[in-house]
């Protein structure tokens, strides 16, 4: 099983990498969510953003709702060596497809930053309750400093992609933290992702 590092700093440092990569994610016009894969040694294996808005390359799954941080994460580094002794630390709580591939290939141990109380996998099943996904331990919001910059990073993605049911069951997780996201401008036509 999962040998990875209990302690918070060591979560706090890999979730702070996680959260740049979000960031980055969202300068390049994608939404913001970053990951990175560590390995029982403490070393990231693999990093990863979300890529949905920008182009698909040979190296990088993009253009596409799948484009998610941890599938960026998964087909960068390829076979996994020894998969039940990594770590997977993402910004935002994983949703069903990437908790799923997760779960899959055998990743030990998943942290996330900030939970996403409508496309988080957490408000479609409990891991520890699934046969698939009861192998893989799961550590949500072990920060609750990262956890709230996590959550006010991905606010104004929630408020624009999801629907008013999601937008409110963001509102009740983190009532602070989405305190005066601008509303989303009736003119907009863009597409919800
Ligand atoms: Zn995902």
Redesign the pocket.
């Known amino acids: 099983m999962s040998s990875g590092s209990s302690d918070p700093q060591v979560h706090r440092l890999h979730l702070q990498e996680a959260l740049q990569l979000a960031r980055e994610a969202q300068e390049a016009g994608s939404a913001p969510v970053g990951a990175v894969l560590v390995n029982a040694q403490g070393a990231v294996i693999a990093r990863g953003r979300n890529r949905v808005a920008e182009a698909q390359t040979a190296e990088h799954v993009g253009q596409a709702s799948v484009a998610?941080a941890?599938?960026d994460v998964f087909f960068g580094v390829g076979k996994l060596e020894d998969p039940g002794t990594l770590t997977l630390y993402t910004s935002l709580e994983?949703?069903l497809?990437?908790g799923g591939a997760s779960a899959l290939l055998g990743v030990g141990r998943v942290v996330w930053a900030t939970d996403d109380p409508w496309g988080g996998s957490g408000r479609l099943i409990a891991w520890s309750s699934h046969p698939a996904m009861q192998e893989t331990e799961v550590i949500p919001t072990p920060d609750p400093e990262l956890e709230a910059e996590g959550a006010l990073l991905f606010a104004p993605e929630a408020k624009r992609a999801f629907p008013e049911e999601g937008w409110a069951l963001w509102r009740g997780r983190y009532p602070r933290e989405t305190e005066g996201v601008q509303e989303r401008d009736p003119e907009d036509r863009t597409p919800r992702v």
Request: aromatic share 0%.
């Open positions: 998610h941890e599938m994983p949703c497809m990437c």
